[in-house]
Each structure stands twice: as structure tokens, then as C-alpha cells.
């Protein structure tokens, strides 16, 4: 069974960075993609970002192009958010996604505030 682990949420002010880890339970995972959604308080899960795990092609929500940057290590078959630029509206529990073949795997979540 395989989990996907989040880490590095918590609280910044309005411009800071934060940078969110997502850690596959297993080695050699070689998802097709990985990606990261968010969701606010009363609003529906959106689209952050993704890439491509063999090209490594990113895509960005245009909420945050040019704030974050996704990125992967495959030999600890982990994806990163480099979150800069925060803002209040950036507030939202993030959560990591995988598609292998036909599974999709999602993580718990971590929460992210922004506030000054």
C-alpha cells in the first residue's frame, strides 16, 4: 500500500516562503505525474501545480505562476512546492497527488496559514 507523506506546512506572514515535501512510502515508485492541490475553508479543492516525473515538465495554476515553483527528487521519489511570495489567500490545507498506471494515491494534507 502506498502512502504519500507531507510535510513543512505551518504558519508565515503575507511574503514569506515556505517549501512542502511529499514523500512516497515505497522505493522506485515512477509515478506518471505528481501534484499539488489546496483547499480554503468553504471552497472546493483547486489545482496548484504538477509535473511529469519522466520529462519533468511542471504546470502551473495561474494563481501561483511565477510565486511557486514544483520540483522532484526521484531517487527519494519526492515532490517539492517551493511556495515564495505567500499571500493571505495562499491559506488553504495542501495535499499531494499521484497517478501511477491506473492508481491514484493522495495524501493527508498540510495545513498552510498566512497571516500576519
Known amino acids: 500500500q502506498v502512502q504519500l507523506v507531507e510535510s513543512g506546512g505551518g504558519l508565515v506572514q503575507p511574503g514569506g516562503s515556505l517549501r512542502l515535501s511529499c514523500a512516497a512510502s515505497i522505493s522506485s515508485f515512477s509515478p506518471n505525474h505528481m501534484r499539488w492541490y489546496r483547499q480554503a475553508p468553504g471552497k472546493e479543492r483547486e489545482f496548484v501545480a504538477a509535473i511529469n516525473w519522466s520529462l519533468g515538465s511542471p504546470y502551473y495554476a495561474d494563481s501561483v505562476k511565477g510565486r511557486f515553483t514544483i520540483s522532484k527528487d526521484n531517487a527519494k521519489n519526492t515532490v517539492y512546492l517551493e511556495m515564495n511570495r505567500l499571500k493571505v489567500e495562499d491559506t488553504a490545507v495542501y495535499y499531494c497527488?499521484?497517478?501511477?498506471?491506473?492508481?491514484?494515491?493522495w495524501g493527508q494534507g498540510t495545513q498552510v496559514t498566512v497571516s500576519s
Open positions: 497527488y499521484a497517478l501511477r498506471g491506473n492508481a491514484e494515491y
